[in-house]
């Protein structure tokens, strides 16, 4: 029987684990807890709770999801995602209801991986998850105006629209000081890069920044005018639990595990293709499930795998979860010994922090070029980015997932069923005697859809990895959503990137021209892609011959 729960940290120990790769994952995770510093605290306040408890989130939380989770290289903890859905329950259910509703979430994910359906949640349709990641980039870059241009405004209403008619009648009465640190904390974060990689310019900004407003006694709001004193102390509090109103915390609880599920997977995959390893899916949702069970008994919020760190980590070094562990241990030390420093730190400062957060989540590349595509992914795109700006998060998913089935359903029955049989003049079994042992073919059955997707690009990913080149039959593909061009694109590139040719065959006129709209042609080369399987097959064998000679 498959073992469900296999954490990566303990396999990679049995295996053992190199002196010079244990320094390299020290340093990394050094560097990790050091990026990760500022954007806890920016979460936590945009969350609407103290910064420390995003502290305390990143400690341990991202403690335990390397320890205990399924991918080699994911750093958790806090992130933008959960911001609107943190500050709508913390306005409705209260600190404690934001914690019970956490511990919820992760007995949900801890099921989720026991039922094995970490593989699941990987269907989840391509602009659906743009739509409400677009949306929540928007909400967040609304929620930091208020802190951007230094406003003094007690009550801020939480609907969107009447967020900016407050900020329209309030803009007269700008701060200069708090917009001039938003824009020069902007600029250090995108020009730092420039000069250095290896200290992320969030922290710059916050250490020139607080710096300098303390020295000149700058009139901005900081951490410590808006929360009063931060603690550094890290407890252990049972929450109040109101039994009597379980039920009304199952909706938010099912979003918190159902977003942290998809984006720490998100996360996993990403990390995948950057370092060529396989994260186990079941074991990393059980891993972010226990996290979210035992920080909120510490003060902490939920929490999940981060893109962005995550990235981090591989790109300085880190190949094990110690990195994930050292960076919890780095930002335990900082709270320790610095707190009071952070409690300078300027809203101001933060919002700006938050405004390039929100920019980066927007994918606004993958949004222009959805809508470029076809008018069923422009309809789940669209509605899923309103539904989250303009009523809630949890309406949008809902809505987005039946709108993206019954418009799958709609776009089957539309499907002209003279799909193109590019053998029927060739002798099929005498194509395949002619292949080389190099070469690699694999038959698409079906449309390439948000179900399938994922699915078949890690098939082709596995067989393409095996060979030198690998021929995709597509006789039978009547279209590709967005999804599904989204995971081919990934998966060409990453065979294209270890030297493994690509080729095409049988593929429809609509077919084709979508592909090309989307540029995988471009990257495969329009010189191998072949009406018929008997084309692909002949000059395939004249490529593995070039590259023997």
Not at 133 to 146: D, E, F
Not at 155 to 163: D, G, T
Not at 262 to 283: K, P, Y
Not at 397 to 425: C, P, Q, W, Y
Request: proline fraction near 3%; aromatic fraction near 8%; charged fraction near 15%.
């Amino acid at each position: 029987m498959k073992t469900i729960f296999k954490p990566k940290f303990f396999t990679l120990l049995k295996e053992g684990i190199s002196k010079e790769q244990i320094i390299s994952d020290i340093f990394a995770g050094i560097i990790v807890g050091i990026v990760a510093l500022p954007l806890a605290i920016a979460f936590a306040v945009a969350s609407g709770v103290s910064p420390e408890r995003g502290m305390i989130t990143a400690i341990i939380a991202g403690f335990i999801i390397a320890l205990l989770g399924g991918s080699r290289v994911q750093i958790g903890g806090p992130t933008g995602a959960f911001i609107i859905i943190l500050f709508g329950i913390v306005q409705q259910y209260g600190i404690d209801g934001l914690l019970i509703s956490t511990i919820m979430a992760g007995i949900i994910l801890v099921l989720f991986g026991v039922l094995q359906l970490g593989t699941l949640l990987k269907y989840f349709p391509h602009p659906l998850i743009v739509g409400f990641t677009s949306g929540i980039a928007l909400v967040i870059l609304s929620t930091q105006i208020k802190d951007a241009l230094g406003l003094e405004i007690k009550e801020l209403p939480s609907e969107f629209i009447q967020k900016w008619e407050v900020y329209f009648t309030q803009i007269s009465n700008t701060n200069l000081y708090a917009l001039g640190i938003t824009i020069l904390t902007m600029l250090i974060i995108i020009f730092s890069k420039h000069i250095t990689t290896k200290v992320p310019g969030s922290f710059i900004a916050i250490l020139l920044i607080t710096t300098v407003v303390n020295v000149f006694h700058l009139p901005v709001s900081t951490i410590e005018t808006f929360f009063g004193t931060i603690s550094n102390e890290i407890t252990f509090s049972i929450p109040h639990l109101d039994f009597d109103n379980f039920a009304m915390y199952l909706a938010p609880a099912l979003i918190i595990a159902l977003l942290g599920g998809i984006e720490s997977l998100l996360s996993a995959v990403v990390a995948d293709g950057m370092i060529g390893t396989h994260h186990r899916s079941n074991t990393e949702l059980i891993a972010q499930g226990i996290a979210n069970i035992v920080t909120p008994f510490f003060g902490g919020i939920p929490a999940t795998g981060a893109i962005a760190r995550t990235a981090t980590n591989v790109k300085n070094g880190g190949r094990t979860p110690i990195a994930g562990m050292v960076h919890a241990i780095t930002l335990l030390l900082i709270m320790l010994f610095f707190i009071d420093f952070a409690k300078l730190i300027p809203m101001s400062c933060l919002a700006g922090i938050l405004l390039v957060v929100a920019y980066n989540m927007s994918e606004w590349r993958s949004f222009v070029s959805i809508l470029k595509s076809s008018v069923f992914d422009s309809i789940v795109l669209v509605s899923t980015f309103l539904l989250t700006v303009l009523v809630d998060l949890t309406v949008a998913i809902e809505v987005g997932i039946v709108l993206a089935s019954l418009l799958f359903m709609k776009r089957m029955a539309d499907i002209n069923t003279n799909i193109i049989s590019e053998d029927d003049d060739i002798d099929m079994i005498e194509n395949y005697s002619k292949l080389s042992k190099d070469i690699a073919v694999y038959e698409i059955g079906g449309p390439l859809f948000f179900a399938s997707a994922r699915q078949y690009a890690e098939t082709l990913q596995k067989i393409g990895s095996s060979s030198k080149v690998l021929i995709i039959r597509m006789r039978h593909v009547p279209f590709i959503d967005s999804t599904g061009m989204h995971n081919l694109q990934e998966t060409i590139k990453s065979l294209r990137n270890t030297g493994v040719i690509v080729m095409l065959s049988g593929t429809t006129d609509i077919v084709y021209q979508d592909l090309k709209k989307h540029h995988i042609l471009s990257i495969i080369g329009e010189e191998n892609v072949f009406k018929k399987f008997s084309l692909a097959v002949n000059y395939a064998n004249e490529q593995i011959k070039l590259n023997e000679q």
